[in-house]
Each structure stands twice: as structure tokens, then as C-alpha cells.
Nanobody, 126 residues
Framework: QVELVESGGGLVQAGASLRLSCVAS????????VGWFRQPPGKLEREFVG???????YYRESVKGRFIASGDNSKNTKYLQMNHLTPEDTAIYFC????????????????????WGQGTQVTVSS
């Protein structure tokens, strides 16, 4: 069992920055890797955003050069620094935990996520 709690969302203007945090807890937390996803308004499915784990990083094309994923393993916490935000970044942002036995590719696949956080809303006005 893994619990994930996101925070740091908010309402900002285009061009601003936000930093999201995701704290993982639970007995099995060491058996999971955590990535970032988002669900834009009106879309039924969550989309992969970015991940940093074990020095492995990967981002969706639209956020490359603007978003930076990082983490503090001693605190079981992941971060998503979001810079130069645009209205297209408006979404509910989630962290998702994937069993480490599935491999790094699974970290980018929403259907491979084993546990989800409750999400944090990010709204970017133009």
C-alpha cells in the first residue's frame, strides 16, 4: 500500500512558475517509483508529464525545457518545478506510483500506475 499526497497547485498568470510536491508514504513505498501526470479539463484520461527517479528523467514534449522533475529520497518526496506556464498547462496534476519491478518505461504509462494521489489543481490564466 502506498499513499500519495500532492500539494502546491494554484491559480497563476501565464509566464509564472509553480512547484508541486508529492509525498509518498506506506509500508511498500520503497518498492515503487513515482512520476507526474495531469488531466486537462474536458479530457477523460490522464497524460504523462515527467519523471525523475534514480537519475532517470523523461518529459512529455510540450513541457521540455520548462518543467523540471526532481526529488528528495530521504523525504520520499518528488517535486515538479513548472516554469513559463501557459494556459495549456491548466489541469489537475497527479503523482502516480508504479511498481519498480515494471521498469522505467512503465513510469510513463497511465495504465501502469498502481497508486494515485488525490491531485492538485493548476490553473493558468492568459
Amino acid at each position: 500500500q502506498v499513499e500519495l499526497v500532492e500539494s502546491g497547485g494554484g491559480l497563476v498568470q501565464a509566464g509564472a512558475s509553480l512547484r508541486l510536491s508529492c509525498v509518498a508514504s506506506g509500508r511498500s513505498v520503497k518498492d515503487y517509483r513515482v512520476g507526474w501526470f495531469r488531466q486537462p479539463p474536458g479530457k477523460l484520461e490522464r497524460e504523462f508529464v515527467g519523471v525523475w527517479v534514480d537519475d532517470y528523467t523523461y518529459y512529455r514534449e510540450s513541457v521540455k525545457g520548462r518543467f523540471i522533475a526532481s526529488g528528495d529520497n530521504s523525504k520520499n518526496t518528488k517535486y515538479l518545478q513548472m516554469n513559463h506556464l501557459t494556459p495549456e498547462d491548466t489541469a489537475i496534476y497527479f503523482c502516480g506510483a508504479v511498481s519498480k519491478y515494471k521498469g522505467y518505461y512503465a513510469l510513463r504509462q497511465r495504465h501502469e500506475v498502481d497508486y494515485w494521489g488525490q491531485g492538485t489543481q493548476v490553473t493558468v490564466s492568459s
